[in-house]
């Protein structure tokens, strides 16, 4: 029996594929910003909201991603820029907040919210993340084995990548979140806002630099 992937090769790709999952990114800094400011819940839905963005990649690869980056590569790279911008105008909206911010002792912190969904904003991060392009046009094409089906390699491949991310990302995420309990402290929440803002436009940098 031919096994879809060699076993070597699907190897050397856990590998790689855990060095890339637990560096720091775009994707892992935004789950901490998530985190500290809403908490483990929407941590938890914007890791979802990524790896969902990263399905969707993996099924753009089996239609020929690799071709059309090649192809259209001003393409992507807008779509990372507006990614990034995305980024910035949210970590600029929680640094406005901190600055705004008047409420008092014990009141829920209202005065910023990321986004309406945190599934969307975190869909929104990955699909334009620079990160995950190069690892569909770089990273993974040299594990692929064109000897054998492709669907089936990609189904291996997929399902490493979500579990290392979704273990990686949501221990970023929650780590933020650990945070979270003392949101209602008015100096410790505008601390935390204005780190949360940094922390999204240092994303949003990461973006620019690798996009």
Not at 2 to 14: G, K, M, N
Request: proline share 6%.
């Amino acid at each position: 029996m031919t096994l879809p992937v060699d076993p070597a090769r699907y190897s050397a790709f856990l590998v790689t594929m855990f060095v890339m999952a637990i560096t720091p990114g775009p994707a892992n800094l935004f789950a901490i910003a998530t985190g500290m400011q809403k908490g483990k819940g929407a941590a938890l839905l914007g890791v979802v909201g990524m790896n969902t963005a990263t399905l969707v990649w993996f099924g753009c690869s089996a239609l020929g991603l690799g071709a059309l980056i090649i192809a259209f590569p001003k393409a992507f790279h807008l779509l990372a820029l507006a990614g990034a911008a995305y980024l910035v105008w949210l970590g600029l909206k929680s640094i406005g907040s901190a600055l705004k911010d008047a409420g008092g002792e014990g009141e829920p912190h209202q005065s910023f919210r990321m986004g309406r969904s945190a599934f969307r904003d975190g869909f929104t991060v990955q699909i334009a993340n620079p990160k995950i392009l190069l690892f569909f046009t770089a990273v993974l094409p040299p594990f692929i084995d064109v000897q054998r089906p492709l669907a089936p390699q990609l189904l291996m491949f997929a399902a490493a990548t979500i579990g290392m991310d979704l273990i990686s990302m949501s221990s970023y995420g929650l780590g933020g979140a650990a945070l979270a309990s003392r949101m209602t402290e008015p100096g410790f929440r505008k601390g935390f806002a204005v780190v949360v803002g940094v922390l999204l436009i240092t994303a949003a940098g990461l973006i620019v630099a690798r996009g």
